[in-house]
Nanobody, 128 residues
Framework: QVQLVESGGGLVQAGGSLRLSCVASGRTFSSLPMGWFRQAPGNEREIVAAISWSGGSTYYSDSLKGRFTISRDNAKNTVYLQMNSLKPEDTGVYYC?????????????????????WGQGTQVAVSS
């Protein structure tokens, strides 16, 4: 079992920044590819970004490239999501997710079904 705990959400004005953190426990962190998803009210959950076991490969949703950065610190069992130039449409609940796969397959990792463990989510609200 893997436990994931997100933090760092909050209320921010448009144009501001937030850094989300997700601490994992229960399994060797460096064996887990990680992802960030978000869900806005009334919308389906969508992939934000993903990062491979060592951090050598990353994936970003096309609409977020350039504003968001995913990173990880395996020594701290933590994955981060740096969010800059935030917009009101970035508002939603952000979820951290961990997979248990050993192949980096971009089409698959965009799907929430690829991930086996989820955090409880952290709320991000961006005011205009």
């Amino acid at each position: 079992q893997v436990q994931l705990v997100e933090s760092g959400g909050g209320l921010v004005q448009a144009g501001g920044s937030l850094r989300l953190s997700c601490v994992a426990s229960g399994r060797t962190f460096s064996s887990l590819p990680m992802g960030w998803f978000r869900q806005a009210p009334g919308n389906e959950r969508e992939i934000v970004a993903a990062i491979s076991w060592s951090g050598g490969s990353t994936y970003y949703s096309d609409s977020l490239k350039g504003r968001f950065t995913i990173s990880r610190d395996n020594a701290k069992n933590t994955v981060y999501l740096q969010m800059n130039s935030l917009k009101p449409e970035d508002t939603g609940v952000y979820y951290c997710a961990a997979g248990t796969h050993y192949s980096w397959v971009v089409p698959a990792l965009k799907d929430g079904e690829w991930y086996d463990y989820w955090g409880q989510g952290t709320q991000v609200a961006v005011s205009s």
